[in-house]
């Protein structure tokens, strides 16, 4: 007898436009989700500086971004919200909070290491956290002309068009270590003297070459 030839496969049908548009619509829908998940760049600047560093070293550009630490060493992060973004300061005739956008230079002009320094442990961390602070004054001049001394101690960030930053203090410069070892009753000697010798010893560094001493606005 002949062999039974195959049915022919039967051809695949469309699927209604109504299916059509409601999948469209759903691959619509997750896009939207996903790029509303992604974090949006900040851009709240328009800046041209100039960054000097107590060694000489020079970083000019365009600012995009300006940050400010949320506590006075980033641990708890960044804030860009505009009334933070503003520096205290004060001269005779008073205080006020000035916008970077009002300043045309800044000068900072570090103390002497150990006499301007002033060091401590935070026994609020496990192990304890080490910190050298460098007494410094930072000087403001404005647009308008007039001299202003710096008075808070956060930190900043200002983040150019090829989005590399550079981050700085103006008032006090701090150089913080946690211990290795933690420290508990028994322990006969819990202050690490060792660690605020070489906490010293990284800010007589970074005052004579990477300390921020000079920032120029156009």
């Not at 496969?9 to 209604?16: F, G």
């Not at 619509?28 to 060694?55: F, H, K, M």
């Not at 009753?185 to 300390?211: F, I, M």
Request: hydrophobic share 35%; net charge negative; aromatic share 8%.
């Amino acid at each position: 007898p002949a062999a039974e030839q195959p049915a022919a496969p039967a051809a695949e049908q469309p699927a209604p436009a109504g299916q059509e548009e409601e999948a469209a619509a759903e691959e619509a829908e997750e896009a939207a989700a996903e790029e509303a998940a992604e974090p949006q760049e900040v851009v709240n600047a328009d800046l041209q500086v100039t960054i000097r560093r107590a060694g000489g070293e020079t970083v000019s550009g365009h600012v995009k971004r300006i940050e400010r630490s949320v506590d006075w060493f980033a641990d708890e992060g960044w804030t860009t919200e505009p009334d933070k973004l503003v520096i205290e300061v004060e001269n005779s005739t008073g205080e006020r909070d000035v916008p970077w956008t009002e300043v045309k230079s800044v000068t900072v002009k570090p103390g002497k290491v150990p006499a301007d320094v002033d060091c401590y442990y935070d026994s609020d961390w496990t192990p304890w956290m080490y910190d050298c602070t460098l007494k410094t004054t930072a000087r403001v001049t404005l647009k308008d002309g007039t001299s202003w001394e710096v008075t808070n101690r956060h930190k900043w960030r200002f983040t150019f068009d090829d989005d590399s930053s550079v981050e700085f203090w103006l008032w006090k410069h701090p150089a913080r270590e946690q211990d290795t070892e933690s420290v508990d009753l028994d322990t006969v000697n819990p202050e690490n003297y060792d660690l605020y010798t070489k906490l010293q010893q990284r800010l007589r560094e970074e005052a004579a070459h990477s300390l921020v001493v000079g920032i120029t606005v156009q």
